[in-house]
């Protein structure tokens, strides 16, 4: 065949995406699964309700007695017999101690101040934003301002508009966490849960901090000049200030002291099985 007759045949779409019957056949093997699940299930409970039939061992009977386990047969827990039996209302009321301020105790005082930082942010960030805009606040969000300058020339940042949703979603957790939960978990539960828990420290630090208002009109030479001997100015701002420390505004130590103490201790005794949240 003549070379000027060859043609080269594009890829086609096809086989970068799967066809129709690799679906068919994925969506079968998936629905199998879901049958083979169900039946293994139900042999379980078939199986276990045969067994539950049979005798129970005088030893394992008195075992169960002695450590206060319960048995098939008689002293049934409360939950069983509840409209709704739902057993993790049960456990966590009974077991964990967990419920509407129960765990507001004395012994629990450390517990509370484990906490404090991470709910005096939250409740920081609601005043500030709160009295920053109090008409957004109290129509839901519907209505930003009743000004039009503030309409044409919104906040930005933190103090955004957009930002309303965030906050009450932060205060509704803080409000539930403190009353309703084990206080010591507030760190990791609003952490996980919410960005104003980082939000509102960067824009403290950018409100509050000269060192790094500085910046937006003069260059890093600034910190330069306190930077240790024979090492290059860093480009991070937060590594900016921590080389100059001393210089820093009262509020950027406490929350950077915060931050890196609360992620130091919580690597070291995390790793080594130690109680922390």
């Not at 005043?127 to 503030?150: A, D, E, F, I």
């Not at 957790?173 to 849960?193: A, D, I, K, P, W």
């Not at 060192?211 to 240790?228: F, G, I, N």
């Amino acid at each position: 065949m003549p070379s000027s007759q060859i043609t080269t045949q594009k890829p086609s779409l096809l086989l970068a995406w799967p066809p129709q019957a690799l679906w068919t056949n994925l969506w079968t093997v998936f629905w199998v699964a879901c049958l083979a699940g169900m039946l293994n299930t139900s042999c379980s409970l078939l199986s276990m309700a045969t067994c539950s039939a049979r005798p129970i061992p005088e030893p394992l009977v008195q075992l169960a007695v002695d450590k206060g386990y319960r048995i098939a047969e008689g002293n049934e827990p409360p939950w069983c017999f509840w409209d709704v039996p739902l057993i993790y209302s049960y456990i966590q009321d009974v077991y964990w101690n967990v419920g509407f301020l129960k765990y507001y105790e004395l012994r629990q005082v450390p517990n509370f101040l484990l906490a404090a930082p991470v709910a005096i942010l939250v409740v920081w960030a609601t005043w500030t934003y709160v009295t920053t805009h109090p008409w957004l606040c109290l129509t839901l969000g519907l209505q930003r301002s009743k000004n039009n300058k503030t309409l044409e020339n919104p906040d930005l940042g933190f103090l955004s508009p957009q930002v309303f949703v965030y906050l009450v979603h932060a205060a509704v957790l803080l409000l539930f966490g403190g009353l309703c939960m084990h206080v010591q978990v507030l760190t990791r539960f609003l952490g996980s849960s919410t960005p104003i828990v980082y939000w509102f420290p960067a824009h403290l630090l950018q409100d509050q901090e000269p060192l790094l208002r500085s910046l937006k009109t003069v260059p890093w030479k600034p910190l330069a000049e306190d930077s240790p001997p024979g090492q290059k100015v860093p480009r991070n701002p937060i590594m900016g200030l921590l080389y100059r420390w001393k210089t820093c505004s009262p509020v950027t130590r406490c929350i950077l002291g915060y931050f890196l103490t609360y992620w130091l201790l919580g690597l070291l005794l995390h790793c080594n099985f130690l109680p922390w949240t």
